[in-house]
T-cell receptor
Framework: KAGVTQTPRYLIKTRGQQVTLSCSPI?????VSWYQQTPGQGLQFLFE???????NKGNFPGRFSGRQFSNSRSEMNVSTLELGDSALYLC??????????????FGPGTRLTVT | QKEVEQDPGPLSVPEGAIVSLNCTYS??????FMWYRQYSRKGPELLMY????GNKEDGRFTAQVDKSSKYISLFIRDSQPSDSATYLC?????????????FGKGTHLIIQP
């Protein structure tokens, strides 16, 4: 079974630009979560989607947004990029249950560099 | 005080040794506990997933959770050079972390051949 895939793998953007990252979950997984990983803050939760609805959101500014499509694929968008947004952005998928989800499996990440 | 504390290391041990990795946490609502392994420039790989207190064993890996002390551990037996990686503990209040997993900063482990 194919794992979580993320595109692109590497990205370089300039301050003030916007960026869209894509995530395809494991086949059959309908819950998708996004995380930001930096050396200083570690892994931090951005948001989680299930059935095209954002169920939970971390403590990030409104410049960070996401969406999920009917096929469970997800995108996240960062507008008005800042230097501090340089990070590895990780997507994780899981099978949802009526009381949460099963364990999360991560993709390889998209490394974003803002110059 | 951070919600999850984890010694960043590096922790260097000889091949074949038993490795002990630990995390402490402050949020008593956490019930689900995970250990992930992350190689350089890769995504985290799930190693162990446990619920509440107790032990769980899978091959060379044993996870322990002590909710009364808010302390979790991962033991690696017969460590191999291929185990060299960063080990991240993660936890959540809701099954599977739909509320967002809370991670430790990770411990960098080096297994010397």
């Amino acid at each position: 079974k194919a794992g979580v895939t993320q595109t692109p793998r590497y990205l370089i953007k300039t301050r003030g630009q916007q960026v869209t990252l894509s995530c395809s979950p494991i086949s059959g997984h309908r819950s998708v979560s996004w995380y930001q990983q930096t050396p200083g803050q570690g892994l931090q939760f951005l948001f989680e989607y299930f059935s095209e609805t954002q169920r939970n959101k971390g403590n990030f500014p409104g410049r960070f947004s996401g969406r999920q499509f009917s096929n469970s694929r997800s995108e996240m968008n960062v507008s008005t990029l800042e230097l501090g947004d340089s990070a590895l952005y990780l997507c994780a998928s899981s099978l949802p249950t009526d009381r949460g989800s099963y364990e999360q499996y991560f993709g390889p990440g998209t490394r974003l560099t803002v110059t | 005080q951070k919600e999850v504390e984890q010694d960043p290391g590096p922790l260097s041990v000889p091949e074949g040794a038993i490795v002990s990795l630990n995390c402490t946490y402050s949020n008593s609502a956490f019930q689900y506990f995970m250990w992930y392994r992350q190689y350089s420039r890769k995504g985290p790989e799930l190693l162990m997933y446990t619920y509440s207190s107790g032990n769980k064993e899978d091959g060379r890996f044993t996870a322990q959770v002590d909710k009364s002390s808010k302390y979790i551990s991962l033991f690696i037996r017969d460590s191999q050079p291929s185990d060299s990686a960063t080990y991240l503990c993660a936890m959540s209040a809701i099954r599977g972390g739909a509320d967002g997993l809370t991670f430790g900063k990770g411990t960098h482990l080096i297994i010397q051949p």
